[in-house]
């Protein structure tokens, strides 16, 4: 396991909880069996762990909690174990909308506010009683209003402002929409953490007739914004970048923002190459099919759409019609965010499953170990890729 030698030697700073929000209770549960997995075959850490009632009960780290409504929509959290003394990891997903609650007899959807207001809920109850509190936050709350342009609300940095003043150590995040944003906290920890080995690696798995070099392979940019998403990503594989600028209209505004008026490309000749589109989430995905029209218009081969959070709001009908067409070969994202079950599936669309990203973060941060490897997997990267050329 990555790290093991360090962590064997190395004392936890305090016994581990893990809470798992229900809209994450998926990849919380798969989190926590890795740990105990690892963790048993580690006496330093059960030891320590053997001070955590919850583990000793129910050979757990998950803590139980829950966030009840009443018929009005207030809700109110309970934790219903002692977390005296524990180094808390809250886990949610702020974008989880499949889950209900009664809003005056009528079933009502949860919105990233809902989840966000549940997530304070809980650290309210355990703030004062727990050695260390830490939250993974995968989608970062209000990510992508980072900026002011305007007379507008800084949503994100009020938010993490907020979480430190309630008593929060540690905010981890994946693949946060403008990393600056985290100098609305100088002074605390964050962590924007990638998702490029798990795209690689799945990518590699599901394709079997890649050739990675310069003249089969291109990464993409669809717009400025990620360009040091492909950027990294092109030198670890050793290809060529290019990017597209989005000319918008600024004097409209469309479902919030400013529609797109044409794609510029930037970069060398595409003709044959298989494309790589890199970007942070799809929403609509509106953007990153046109990105993908524009790039087959361009003689572009095979078109990969990858980004770290699917949100597909707009459903997947579009998507469709880009395959059957041929404009795109396969949708790559991660299971940090809700996934539909008609996502799931589509046999275009290849899913990474992060469940074992993250216990390595809990658990490195759990002793207070170095995260450069998790926050850079150049090497990782490296020999994936060596071993699928050589098989290949």
Not at 18 to 44: C, H, I
Not at 65 to 72: D, L, M, T
Request: proline fraction near 3%; include cysteine; hydrophobic fraction near 35%.
């Amino acid at each position: 396991m990555h790290n093991d030698n360090l962590l064997s030697n190395t004392h936890p700073v305090a016994p581990l909880g893990l809470v798992t929000m229900k809209s994450f209770a998926g990849q919380g549960q798969e989190a926590n069996d890795y740990l105990l997995d690892w963790r048993s075959e580690r006496p330093l850490d059960l030891d320590i762990d053997a001070g955590n009632s919850s583990f000793k009960n129910d050979h757990s780290y998950i803590i139980k909690a829950e966030n009840p409504r009443f018929g009005s929509g207030e809700a109110k959290s309970i934790i219903n174990q002692s977390v005296r003394g524990l180094d808390l990891y809250l886990m949610t997903d702020v974008t989880n909308w499949s889950m209900t609650y009664k809003l005056c007899g009528m079933q009502n959807h949860y919105s990233p506010d809902d989840h966000y207001q549940d997530l304070k809920r809980v650290i309210a109850a355990a703030t004062g009683k727990a050695h260390r509190i830490n939250v993974i936050m995968p989608f970062l709350y209000e990510s992508r209003q980072h900026k002011r342009s305007g007379r507008e609300s800084l949503d994100c940095a009020l938010a993490l402002q907020e979480l430190i003043d309630m008593g929060v150590d540690n905010i981890i995040t994946f693949d946060a929409h403008d990393p600056r944003v985290q100098n609305s906290i100088p002074l605390h920890g964050f962590e924007t953490v990638p998702a490029y080995y798990q795209f690689i690696k799945n990518i590699l798995r599901n394709v079997d007739d890649l050739k990675l070099d310069n003249d089969h392979l291109m990464i993409v940019s669809p717009d400025e914004g990620a360009t040091q998403r492909a950027v990294y990503m092109a030198s670890v594989l050793g290809v060529d970048m290019g990017m597209f600028y989005k000319r918008r209209d600024y004097s409209t505004v469309v479902d919030g923002r400013n529609p797109i008026v044409a794609h510029e490309f930037l970069g060398p000749d595409l003709e044959g190459k298989d494309v790589f589109v890199v970007d942070d989430m799809i929403s609509s995905g509106e953007s990153m099919i046109d990105v993908a029209r524009e790039l087959k218009r361009r003689k572009a081969n095979r078109v990969f759409v990858i980004a770290t959070f699917g949100l597909f709001t707009s459903g997947m009908d579009s998507f469709d019609k880009a395959v059957e067409e041929g404009t795109i070969y396969r949708v790559v994202t991660t299971n940090l965010t809700y996934q539909r079950q008609e996502l799931l599936d589509r046999d275009y669309y290849i899913s990474c499953d992060m469940a074992k990203y993250i216990a390595l973060i809990i658990d490195t941060l759990n002793h207070d170990a170095s995260m450069s490897e998790l926050l850079n997997p150049y090497g990782r990267i490296n020999k994936v890729v060596s071993r699928y050329r050589a098989e290949h």
